[in-house]
C-alpha cells in the first residue's frame, strides 16, 4: 500500500534564521466535453466562423430563457465521484455581476453558495510518498466570449462562440507547497479529466485554465500570509516559474519589513517576473443572488448511483492491480495507466498473454516508441491488435522464436498491418529458434573457421573478443539460434581446440 505522509509546507527558504513556508491553492477551470452550451442548445464550436456559434440566449437578449443542459450535470457528477467527494443532493446557480464587452448579459451565471460538488481529494505523488490533496468544492458555470486586441491597432473585435460554454471550476484547499506538487497536482487532475471523458484538458487550448494563489508565512505560525493571486499561466512550465518568482517577491518584502498587498498579479514569462493586474481595494461586489430563471439542481441517489456504476476503473485502481495483483513495477503501471487506450489494450492483451512483464515491456518500449514516431497518440490506432502482440509474445516467451526474430523480422511485418499473424510468418519465413545443438555447434565450427587471427588471439588472452564471436554466429543463424545456447556453444568450441 503506498502511504500517505502528513506533510507540512516544505522549507523555502532560508535568512537571518527565518524559515518560510509557501502555501498554495488552485483554481482550475476547465471546459467540459458537451455538445451543446450550459443554458441553450448552441452547439459547441470555439474555431468556427466567429459570431456563428452563438443565440439569443448568450447574448442576454431580453425575454430569453436559459435552460440547463443535462449533460454538464452528469460530466459534473463523475469527475466529483472520481475525486471521492461529496454530492450535496441540492445545488443552485447564482448571478454573478460585473462589466466586461464580453459579457453582454452583465453577469456570469455560476455557482456560488451551494456548488454541484463538496469536498473530495485528489492523490498526487511527492518524493515522499503520496499526499492528499484536498479540494474545496468543484462548481459549475459559463463562459465569457473572448475580446480580442491584437487584430487592429483600432478596434478590439469579440466573439461569442465560446460565451456560454460549460465550465468546471474546482477549487483547492490551500495545501499545496511546492512548484513540483502544484504540477503533479495539474497532471493528475488533468488525467482523470481525460480519464472520465469529462474534458480534453488541454493546458496550451485554454481547455484548462489555472489560477494559482500563493502566500508565504514563516514555518513557525499555523497562521497564513496574505495571497496573492496569478492569472493568465498557459503551460506548467510558467505556472511553476510564475510561482518561484513570487515566492521571492513576498519573501524579500517580508525580509525588509514590508507588508504583502492583496492582489492579482500576472507573470512575464520574458522578463521572467510577476506585475500586478488589479488590487483588492478594486475588486468587484459582484452581488451575488440566485438565479430566478433555473429552479435549483436536485440530485437523487438512485442518480448518482446510475453515474457510479458508468464510470470505469479509476486509474489509481488500475495502478494498485497492476502492481499488487500482476506484480508490475511502479513504473510499468503508472504508464500503462497513463491514459484509457494504453490501459485499455493492456486489459485485452492479457486475456490471451499471462506473462505480463515482457507484455507491459513490449507495450511501453518498442510499440509505443513506434506510435511515438509516427505521431499515433492512441493504442486505439495502433496497427498491431492486443491480441496479436499477445501471440507474439507467447511464442517467444515459450522459446519457439527468439527475442531478437520477434523484433527484427516479425513486429515490423505486424505493423506494416499484414494479415498473417506471428505463428504464420515465423513458418512462413522459416523463423522458429533453432535448438538443434549439433547444427549450432556446426554454425559456431563456420564462423570461428573465418576468423582464425581473432580465435589466436582469445586464446592468447584477449578474452573480450567472445562476442564478436557470438555476434558473428547470431547473424549466421539469421537471429534464430538461442544467444544464452550461443555462447555456451562457442566457449566449449574454443575450449575443445588447441
Ligand atoms: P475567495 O472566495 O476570495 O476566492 P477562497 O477562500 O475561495 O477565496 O480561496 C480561493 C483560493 O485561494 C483557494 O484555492 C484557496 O485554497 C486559496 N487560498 C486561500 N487563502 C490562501 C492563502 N492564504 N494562501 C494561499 N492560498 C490561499
Ligand atoms: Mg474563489
Redesign the pocket.
Known sequence: MSTHVDQKSTLLSHDNNILYDT?????IHAQLKTNTKLFSGDILAFASEPNTAISPIVLGYPGTLPQLNKATIELALKIGLGCHATIPSVSYFERKHYFYPDLPKGYQITQNKYPIIQGGWIDIKTPTGLKKIEL?HIHLEEDAGKAIHDLDPQHSYIDFNRAGAPLLEM??????SSELEVANFISAYQKLLRWLSVSDADLEKGMLRC?????V?RTTTEQ??????LKNLNSIRNIKKAISVERQRMIDILKQGGVIEQETRGFDAQKDMTFSLREKELAHDYCYFPEPDIPPVQITNAWVEQVAKQLPTLPEQRQLYYTHTLLLTDYQAELLCDNQSIGNYFEIAIQYTKHHQPLANWMIGPIKEWLNQHKIDSFEECPVAPHILANLINLEESKKITHDVAIKHILPLLLNSTAESPTQIAERLNLFQENNEEELEQWVRDVLATMPDKVAEFKKGKLGLIGLFVGAVKKKSNGKADPQKIVQIVEQVLSSTK
Open positions: 502555501v498554495i491553492g488552485l483554481e474545496d477549487v483547492t484547499k490551500p495545501c499545496l489560477d494559482v494563489n500563493i502566500s508565512k497564513l500570509g496574505t495571497r496573492v493571486e
